[in-house]
């Protein structure tokens, strides 16, 4: 197909192919005149992929880059796969926010309790780890802005991740490609599924709140 038809078949715009092509992110079609080129079904799953990582996991263009070179470059492991979507995630946000965490070589009172908290549930982490420290960052914005989080909440929230976690792994296929694409972009494009079910489960929690205690009606906003 000429790129206006994957155009048409992707719903993105031949500008925005275009786009793709010189950055690298769609690869070049298979060139049928000095000016011209024939896309296939794999050029149609590569844009679909690259608009859902922008669209719905939020990523930069960069950050787009990475998860494309660990799907064409698979790692070994299954661990090694879930590594690679944190990172991409990760280094995406990093390169936007920054850290907030302070300089120097002083122990950080919020990755300490952090780590306290994986410590606790038996997970296979330390205060090194690139996710406790980001953990130990929110929790410091949290307190800054004035949201308490008390350990037994922390620790709520920890056995529900649990559950979701489990489920994540028992959904990884057997095939190598298959199992790449459902870590890397499965990690990625899950976040603001959970979200949303998160504030659903919300509105349904904080409805029978209320009707237990008669007040009635149905919560039209949530926090978080």
């Not at 155009?7 to 000095?34: D, I, N, Q, S």
């Not at 149609?44 to 669209?55: M, N, S, T």
């Not at 494009?189 to 919300?202: C, S, W």
């Amino acid at each position: 197909m000429r790129i206006s038809a994957l155009a048409e078949r992707t719903g993105v715009p031949v500008a925005t192919l275009k786009y793709y092509l010189r950055e690298g992110l769609l690869p070049p079609g298979a060139a049928t005149a000095r000016t011209q080129a024939q896309y296939d079904e794999t050029h149609v799953e590569r844009v679909r992929l690259v608009r859902a990582l922008i669209e719905s996991a939020s990523l930069s263009l960069a950050g787009v880059r990475q998860v494309l070179a660990a799907l064409d470059d698979p790692p070994a492991s299954w661990h090694d796969l879930l590594g690679a979507a944190q990172h991409a995630l990760l280094m995406d946000e990093d390169q936007r926010a920054g850290s907030s965490r302070p300089s120097g070589d002083q122990p950080d009172p919020w990755v300490d309790r952090a780590t306290r908290l994986v410590r606790s549930r038996g997970w296979d982490c330390d205060e090194y780890d690139t996710l406790v420290q980001r953990l130990g960052d929110q929790l410091r914005a949290a307190d800054a802005a004035g949201v308490v989080f008390t350990d037994d909440l922390l620790d709520a929230y920890a056995r529900g991740c649990e559950t979701i976690a489990a489920a994540d792994v028992a959904s990884v296929p057997e095939g190598a490609a298959a199992a790449m694409r459902q870590v890397v972009v499965g990690t990625l494009l899950a976040d603001p599924v959970i979200l949303t079910m998160r504030r659903l489960a919300q509105q349904h929690a904080s409805a029978e709140v209320a009707g237990a205690s008669g007040e009635g009606g149905t919560a039209s906003a949530t926090p978080g």
